[in-house]
């Protein structure tokens, strides 16, 4: 059973981001584009899974933490570290 770190409505508002990011990166020409790879590689599946192990991690790196307007700044800061943003 899938297990939320900071309960399903925080992944939910995460997850949505970063499929934001990814839905952003497909329109990019780029050969460094790690999503495109992923998608001619694995088709669907593979950013299926890689939206899940995204925003898992920023869950869990963000375990118990109160957000106070920063989120949306911590997000971009995560994703653009992981060349999505």
Known sequence: MKRFANGFTSWQETHYEVVQAITKELTKVDTENIVLQ???????????????????????????????????????????NKKLS
């Open 38 to 80: 992923i998608y001619d590689e694995q088709g669907h599946g593979g950013l299926y899974e890689l939206a899940e192990e995204l925003t898992d991690e920023f869950e869990e790196t963000n375990i118990g933490r109160q957000w106070s307007g920063d989120f949306f700044d911590e997000i971009d800061s995560f994703l653009n």
